[in-house]
């Protein structure tokens, strides 16, 4: 009874989960391959919870969506921890690849002004009630005259905005 459930269940939505995380991981077949297994993977351990489960493609898709965010972490941080070797080989002592550029003060305060010369009068508001004051969601958005809710939104739209900019720097 279990196999034959599992067995539809990958009949039937493997291609689908497959589809959405194809080009979510850069259109890498066996990447988007392995994670959509890892999704049946899960449903079988959770199989008496699915049995009954309203909505078995929306567990599938949420699953899938997590099993994608975990990808991306792990890809990320391996990638943080290895150095071209190019660059290891230039390090005299093999130590933090960071240490061997010599940034002043005055550096760090250029690059920090031209990041945050892209945002806007409100965004740059958030920003430093945020970051520069230290003020908590709920605070920065009682001193803005807006909801908290409002508040993360806005402060997640500067982020992604201040990525985009660091991005374009490098």
Not at 44 to 49: I, L, V
Not at 101 to 124: C, F, H, K, N, P
Request: charged fraction near 30%; charge should be neutral.
């Amino acid at each position: 009874m279990r196999d034959e459930f599992l067995r539809m269940l990958y009949e039937k939505h493997f291609e689908k989960v497959y589809k959405y995380l194809l080009p979510k991981l850069g259109f890498d077949k066996d990447a988007a391959a392995d994670c959509a297994h890892e999704v049946f993977d899960e449903a079988g351990k959770k199989y008496d919870e699915l049995k009954g489960h309203p909505n078995i493609l929306g567990w599938l898709m949420t699953t899938a969506k997590h099993r994608l965010h975990k990808h991306w972490r792990a890809n990320a941080r391996a990638a943080a921890r290895s150095v071209p070797l190019e660059l290891a080989a230039s390090i005299p002592d093999g130590r933090d690849p960071f240490d061997a550029v010599e940034l002043t003060e005055g550096d760090i305060a250029d690059v920090t002004q031209t990041v945050l010369s892209g945002l806007g009068e409100s965004e740059y508001a958030i920003y430093r009630l945020f970051y520069v004051e230290g003020l908590s969601f709920a605070e920065t958005a009682q001193a803005l005259g807006i909801t908290e809710k409002a508040a993360r939104a806005r402060l997640a739209r500067v982020k992604a905005k201040l990525k985009n900019r660091i991005a374009e720097l490098t």
